[in-house]
Structure formats: C-alpha cells, structure tokens
C-alpha cells in the first residue's frame, strides 16, 4: 500500500526535529501542543515505527526519523523552489512562438528586439518549424502563437492575417532577367529554377501562382532553406522567387531582385493560435503587439504608394 504524507505533516515534523521538544515546536507552528502530537503520531502511525524517542524534556530522532528529516527538507526546498519559480515565471511571463523557416529569420529579430523594448518582463521561446508541425503543437499547446503564411487549414485554431508582401525574382548579377523590361512571370519558364522542398509552404505558393499563370519552371534544384536557395542562385544554378522581408536583410551584391509586372505573386503572413487553451497575458500582450505592427505597416505602405 502506498504511503501518502501531507506537507503540514512534513512540514511539522521538520519543526518539532528542529526544536526537539513538542512545547516549543507548537509554539513555533502556531498549534496546540496535543494537535502537535497527534499529527506527529499519525505519521508515525503511516510509517509502522515511532521517529522520535520521547523523553520528560526533549524528543529525539530515532534513525527512521533520521532519513525521513533529510527526504522532509529536500521536499520542503523542492516545493517552496517550484512555487518561487512558477511566482517568478507568473510576474516575468512567457511565450512559446512557433514560426516557419521562410519567417524566422527575416521577421522575428525585428519583431522580437521591438516586443522585448515594450514588454522586457516577457521572455519568448521561439520554435522554427513547417506549418504543418506547426499546427499540431497549436493544437496540443506545445506553443502559444504562431506566425506563418496563408493558406492555414486547421480546424480548431484561430487565424489572423498580419500583412502581405510582395514575392521577388531573385537572380545572379548579369543574368539576363535582371534586365528584362517588362518583367513577366512567363520569362522564367525559360530559365532554370531553385526551389525550396515540397514541406514549405512558399513552395506551393510559387507553384499555384505559376499555374494561374500556365507557366512551368523547370526545377533542377530543391533545397529545405531558403539562404541556400539565395546562395545557389548567387552560383549560377538558376533563378528562383523568394519573400520581399529576404531580400530587406540580404547585404550580398551578388544577387538582383526585381518585381514582376501585372499581377505579382505574393503571400499573407498571418499569427494562428489556439482559442480553447488559456491565454496568458504574455500571449495577448504578442498577440496586440502584432496587430499594431500590422497596422503600422499597412498604413506605411499606403503613404507610400
């Protein structure tokens, strides 16, 4: 049969092991001394042997009480550290964001140096994975939020959209699309094409765009990052379309991106979450957060058009 010992048990025996006599122990805990006793005596009760050796004047640990004193204080620390830090992690805050690789490490060093300014007592975990794993640790509140691209099929979820931008050719310096005018979807059936692996989203959203269009590069490389596609393009592998927020950070002068004339490819990055999970002051504080950066942006672009 498992035992089963209550804190304040544990928490008096501690007490009445430290001053050694039940007067002063009761004293100590705010008890009555035959309160004392009997808690003391059910223990011993649950244990089948006595843990203090009573005398006129003062108790003294037997060697049961011996080993139970040292298991006693090490879950008294353990218990008052746990609730210490979960205080401490209930004032500071956290926030578990999800974000796919074509999002990461374009949009999140911004997002987060600007939140962590407004909001320094949130700490934010980041987990960089594809919409689809994405969507299973939103649904299993493995993370909080998630910023990634529509579309999103997911039952069950919340979903925002935060802002769109614009898909650019990216192609290596003196290739021949870097000055052709205008610049068309169709130009890029004729050349070779790098593309991210069938896992990304931006993968699809290329396609589908390419199809609309009754167009069909010919892919002859794929690769799972997109820097890697900015480097193969920057070798001469063959051309290739990417986010407008990956060309804002790339400082290499190997590489020309241009937009397309008429209708131009885009996505929708939008945040995601889940509405029957409890949301935390850290989740709806990001949550506003990006929301005013998405209307700040929208508003910026339409001055500057």
Not at 161 to 190: C, R
């Amino acid at each position: 049969m498992r035992t089963q010992f209550e804190l304040h048990s544990l928490e008096q025996f501690v007490a009445l092991a430290r001053a050694r006599n039940f007067t002063r122990a009761a004293a100590d805990l705010h008890l009555s001394q035959p309160a004392l006793s009997r808690a003391i005596q059910k223990l011993e009760d649950q244990l089948g042997q006595p843990l203090f050796e009573r005398h006129p004047r003062e108790v003294i640990l037997t060697d049961l009480g011996e080993l139970l004193l040292a298991r006693a204080k090490e879950i008294l620390k353990l218990v008052e550290d746990t609730f210490s830090e979960l205080s401490e992690a209930s004032r500071r805050g956290r926030i578990r964001l999800g974000a796919i690789p074509t999002i990461a490490p374009y949009f999140l060093p911004g997002l987060l140096s600007g939140f962590a300014q407004k909001h320094p007592d949130i700490s934010v975990v980041v987990q960089e994975d594809t919409t689809e794993i994405l969507i299973q640790r939103c649904h299993h509140g493995e993370i909080d939020l998630a910023i990634l691209a529509l579309p999103i099929i997911a039952k069950g979820l919340e979903v925002a959209p935060l802002f769109s931008e614009e898909l650019l050719l990216v192609a290596p310096v003196g290739h021949p699309l870097a000055k052709v005018t205008p610049l068309t979807i169709q130009a890029v059936e004729d050349f070779p094409f790098v593309m991210l692996n069938e896992a990304h989203c931006l993968a699809e959203n290329i396609s589908s765009f390419c199809r609309q269009h009754t167009v069909q590069p010919v892919t002859v490389e794929r690769t799972s990052q997109l820097a890697t596609v900015q480097e193969l393009v920057a070798l001469d592998h063959g051309v290739s379309i990417v986010p407008e927020m990956a060309r804002r950070i790339d400082g290499s002068e190997r590489r020309v991106y241009r937009s397309f004339h008429g209708e131009k490819p885009a996505r929708t990055v939008a945040m995601m979450w889940n509405p029957a999970r409890h949301e935390s002051k850290a989740s709806k504080a990001m949550k506003e957060y990006l929301l005013r950066k998405s209307k700040a942006s929208q508003t910026a672009g339409k001055h500057g058009r």
